[in-house]
């Protein structure tokens, strides 16, 4: 008998998260991320090493989180409202930038289509 050759290598499959107030699973790239830093326990924003909690950029979901402490349960640790508030500003500021980006797509696709 010959021995069989190696299977061609498949391709990487991406990282799927679940949103920690609404439990959305996406991937991780689709979430905020936020940490708990090892060994020092203080909570923060996308970088470092230690557990981490993904949230939708949505308002009901941060909305749900703030209100039932779920990051901070998620995390076993408190989470400041500092980081919360940070987390308003991000919403706020990509939701002016997605709806721009709604609107100038909208007015290219009807004036593609009339012409």
């Known amino acids: 008998m010959s021995p069989t050759p190696p299977s061609p290598p498949t391709p990487m499959k991406p990282n799927y ?30 970088r470092g ?9 949505e308002a ?3 909305k749900a989180a703030q209100k039932k402490n779920r990051l901070g349960r998620s995390l076993k640790a408190p989470v400041s409202d500092e980081l919360y508030q940070t ?7 990509s939701d002016c930038t997605s709806y721009s980006d709604r609107a100038g797509r909208k007015t290219d696709k009807s004036s593609a289509s009339t012409v």
């Open 87 to 93: 987390l308003w500003q991000r919403l706020a500021t």
């Open 60 to 62: 009901e979901c941060l």
């Open 49 to 57: 090493l230690g557990r981490s909690a993904y949230l939708c950029p």
């Open 17 to 46: 998260r679940c949103c920690a107030s609404c439990r959305k699973i996406a991937p991780k790239e689709a979430f905020w991320r936020v940490v708990r830093l090892y060994p020092c326990h203080q909570v923060q924003l996308d």
